[in-house]
């Protein structure tokens, strides 16, 4: 039974930091991984992703201040966010997927974490 579990959100004021987690479980292989955002009232969105050689991709807003990376041992991947915006209030979900199109919607999802950025 495949098992993604996401961790590490809440509230931080803008221009701050939050790292979040995501461990996967009952998966063969090394599987590309992402991690996607839906805001209240919008559709979910990809934010950032790695292939599992570590080759990263990110959409355009969060670049330059989010980080994702991963430890292949440990089957987890990790979303350093910095320079937090209000505009990054959101829902934060964890996707373990067969391929590096991060375009659709596929393979196997967490429940998500909440992070509210606000004063």
């Known amino acids: 039974q495949v098992q993604v579990v996401e961790s590490g959100g809440g509230l931080v004021q803008p221009g701050g930091a939050l790292r979040l987690s995501c461990a996967a479980s009952g998966i063969f292989g090394i599987y590309p991984m992402g991690w996607y955002r839906q805001a209240p009232g919008k559709q979910r969105e990809f934010v950032a992703g790695?292939?599992?050689?570590?080759?990263?991709t990110y959409t355009n807003s969060v670049k330059d201040r989010f980080v994702i990376s991963r430890d292949n041992g440990k089957n987890m991947v990790f979303l350093q966010m910095n320079s937090l915006k209000p505009e990054d209030t959101a829902v934060y979900y964890c996707n373990a997927r067969p391929s590096t199109d991060f375009s659709y919607n596929s393979g196997y999802w967490g429940q998500g974490t909440q992070v509210t950025v606000s004063s």
């Open positions: 790695i292939s599992a050689f570590s080759t990263t």
